[in-house]
């Protein structure tokens, strides 16, 4: 089976978990008999066409950058979509289904399924209205159209928690029938905790220092502004304690602002983007990681951190209650009450049985459940399913 996998986000361009989520997935799938073909974004410094573990990759369009206008963007790299997608098609004798990542390749995925007369799947990884609590201005309820005309058109939606599939059927009314729900994984031999010293030194952490450790991006749902006010807390029961903060996002200078008003100083490091290498470090010399989340589909950082064997704090929302299981998996707190975080994060800085706890059950369900293998098992299903009851009506 051939699929014609479009995402916006593919290594080295990673924003957010879209682009692991796709790097994953697109790996394992050769294991169940299906040949995958990634259309992405041209990046600087990227060949436009390379193979690895069986998957091939395309990048087209420009790259995106602060100098073009990003809706101007959009349009041309779905055109460019559209293209390569239609040459494809022909130089490889033909793809059985188009599978589309978001609302960023919405029209290329719906064009292409229609022109190539193969049957759409689309995997929604968040949406709009989440993202932003409602839908306030007219960019935001066009993005909300866009999501709304791919689900409609899909065959078959796939979204990674039952808060996401529960999001969607609220928002988007689709046939219930059509969603199915696949979480999203996390891989184990990416994590060679062995590998590093538990104390080494960094930059910006001191041998000794207990930390805590947020990676993500830095926007308003990431929910990062509550977080270092309640390290504030921290700091007066444990005043060693190290907040290490990495990642870029449009709110990056109003969190360092805010650090800087609290006093916060050289307790707060603010890393910026990292290398997955230094991530892994960090990850192994950190006693907690935390994800503060006011929206969250999923959280594939927090299932990252736990496959790392780094104890994990989250909020109680979206897809993250789903991952952990309070004071087994993980913590769990209320999402906006510092407080609440603050005593969570205190409560495994200072309780070393406690933080093994977690850490040990957590990898032992990571391994069970959130295994990217059965994720390509279970994707494949998805594909077969769909393409057999394409073959009954007359497409494909």
Not at 83 to 91: H, P, V
Not at 114 to 136: C, K, Q
Request: net charge neutral; aromatic share 8%.
């Amino acid at each position: 089976m051939r699929v014609l996998m479009l995402s916006w986000e593919f290594p080295p361009q990673i924003i957010g978990g879209l682009g692991r989520h796709v790097y994953e997935l697109s790996q394992r799938l050769g294991n169940y008999g299906v040949e995958t073909y990634v259309l992405t974004p041209l990046v600087d410094g990227c060949a436009t066409y390379e193979e690895f573990q069986g998957v091939k990759v395309f990048r087209v369009g420009t790259p995106l950058t602060g100098s073009k206008r990003f809706k101007s963007w959009i349009f041309d790299f779905n055109t460019e979509l559209i293209r390569e997608g239609i040459r494809l098609d022909y130089q490889e004798k033909g793809f059985h289904l188009v599978h589309a990542h978001d609302w960023l390749v919405g029209y290329a995925g719906r064009s292409l399924s229609r022109v190539l007369n193969v049957p759409l799947v689309s995997t929604i990884h968040a949406t709009e209205y989440g993202r932003n609590l409602g839908l306030h201005n007219p960019m935001q309820r066009e993005i909300h159209d866009i999501e709304r005309n791919l689900i409609l058109d899909s065959e078959c939606i796939v979204c990674c928690s039952n808060y996401m599939r529960n999001e969607i059927q609220s928002l988007f009314n689709p046939n219930p029938s059509r969603i199915t729900v696949i979480p999203n994984g996390a891989s184990m031999n990416r994590y060679r905790v062995t590998d590093f010293p538990p104390d080494q030194e960094f930059e910006g952490i001191a041998r000794g220092e207990p930390v805590v450790f947020y990676i993500g991006r830095l926007v308003p749902e990431k929910g990062v502004s509550i977080l270092i006010r309640a390290f504030r807390l921290v700091l007066q029961s444990i005043p060693s304690a190290k907040l290490v903060i990495a990642g870029r996002g449009p709110q990056g200078p109003e969190l360092q602002r805010l650090a800087a008003e609290l006093g916060l100083g050289d307790r707060v490091w603010f890393a910026g983007y990292i290398s997955d290498d230094l991530r892994d470090r960090i990850y192994r010399r950190a006693n907690v990681a935390v994800f503060p989340s006011l929206y969250e589909p999923f959280g594939i950082v927090a299932l990252e951190a736990m496959a790392s064997g780094t104890p994990v704090v989250v909020s109680d929302v979206g897809g993250l209650a789903e991952i952990v299981v309070d004071g087994e998996t993980g913590l769990k707190v209320n999402p906006l009450n510092e407080a609440n975080l603050a005593s969570a994060l205190i409560r495994v800085l200072s309780d070393p049985r406690l933080a093994n706890r977690l850490r040990s059950q957590a990898l032992k369900v990571i391994t069970e459940k959130y295994n990217w293998d059965k994720i390509g098992a279970k994707t494949s299903q998805v594909y077969h399913a769909v393409t057999s009851r394409a073959r009954k009506d007359g497409v494909g």
